[in-house]
């Protein structure tokens, strides 16, 4: 073999080398969000969550097709919301509405969301959103697991909508699923988007029917 052709073959095998070593270490620094959590709740809710899934849709291991059904049934409001959720998880929903009198929880009173964005505009004081008589919550977008999963994710699409959700989180499950739902496959399939849907949609449905379990 040529001198040169030698060199330029050697050339070729060292650049693919180098981009897969990058490509490795890119993927090796994606962080797991739910790893924030010392106490193991995101990972424990997120694992009864996926069960709950995979239990009621049957789709074998087709996550997209897990995940978009049950995306399409949350925004066509037909999904059924007495066979879904399993013991475990609603008492994980208890647990997480328990905790959201706490700002840096994962929930929190949509009164106190919304009065961080008004307070530079009103001086009327704190508001007490309410629905029967409960203090009504909200995903808590500006929290620090949310920000984990947008800093982490590459979807454009995704950080949209989260950003759009940081300045209004009085925004129905429904047409957040909907917009979920509609992201490229590629985005859609990652662990970012799908711990997103585990707490934003799931879990927020649940701190809300929770008592209708007993």
Not at 72 to 98: D, G, T, W
Request: net charge negative; glycine share 4%; hydrophobic share 35%.
């Amino acid at each position: 073999m040529p001198l040169k052709i030698k060199h330029k073959v050697l050339l070729y095998f060292l650049v693919l080398f180098i981009s897969s070593i990058g490509h490795t270490q890119t993927f090796e620094q994606n962080f797991d969000c739910l790893q924030i959590d010392n106490l193991g709740l995101l990972k424990k809710s997120f694992d009864s969550f996926e069960t709950d899934l995979f239990n009621h849709y049957k789709f074998d291991n087709d996550t997209i097709k897990t995940y978009r059904t049950f995306l399409s049934e949350v925004y066509s409001l037909s999904i059924n919301l007495r066979k879904l959720p399993s013991s475990n998880s609603i008492e994980l929903a208890r647990v997480f509405k328990k905790n959201a009198t706490d700002r840096n929880s994962l929930w929190v009173l949509l009164s106190q969301y919304d009065d961080e964005m008004e307070a530079s505009r009103d001086a009327s004081g704190p508001k007490e959103n309410k629905q029967g008589g409960e203090a009504v919550m909200t995903f808590n977008y500006r929290g620090g697991f949310i920000q984990c999963l947008k800093n982490n994710s590459t979807s454009e699409g995704f950080k949209d909508i989260i950003e759009t959700l940081e300045y209004d989180g009085n925004v129905s499950p429904s047409l957040i699923a909907q917009r979920l739902h509609d992201l490229p496959t590629e985005e859609f399939n990652t662990h970012e988007v799908k711990s997103f849907i585990a707490y934003d949609i799931y879990f927020s449905i649940l701190l809300v029917i929770e008592k209708a379990f007993g």
